[in-house]
């Protein structure tokens, strides 16, 4: 069984900063892709950072300069950093990864249980 936990999530002023943290976990034989997406109050969820496993990544235009997407592919960890936070970042943010497992051999989508981002004003 293959899980994505995250963690970093909280208050911010504006400004601020914040790291979040997301780790796969269960029968992984690799993971081509991570992402943050996120979600405001009624607003679509929106694609924020996507990372290769070869490193090769790409960021929402909003959010481009200020957050830096990163992942760690020994411990099945990617990061979000976000500087420069702004009210409008104020959402769930969550984790997304392209994971083939031992059990399933075609890449499938896993999300984690989002992680609520709130930048004060």
């Known amino acids: 069984q293959v899980q994505l936990v995250e963690s970093g999530g909280g208050l911010v002023q504006t400004g601020g900063s914040l790291r979040l943290s997301c780790t796969a976990s269960?029968?992984?034989?690799?993971?081509?892709?991570m992402a943050w997406s996120r979600q405001a109050p009624g607003k679509q969820r929106e694609l924020v950072a996507a990372?290769?496993?070869?490193?090769?990544?790409k960021y929402a235009d909003s959010v481009k300069g200020r957050f830096t997407i990163s992942r760690d592919n020994a411990k099945n960890t990617v990061y979000l950093q976000m500087n420069s936070l702004k009210p409008e970042d104020t959402a769930v943010y969550y984790c997304?990864?392209?994971?083939?497992?031992?059990?399933?051999?075609?890449?499938?989508?896993?999300w984690g249980q989002g992680t609520q981002i709130t930048v004060s004003s």
């Open positions: 997304n990864a392209k994971i083939v497992s031992f059990e399933t051999p075609r890449p499938s989508d896993y």
């Open positions: 269960g029968s992984i034989f690799s993971i081509p892709a």
């Open positions: 990372i290769s496993s070869g490193g090769t990544t």
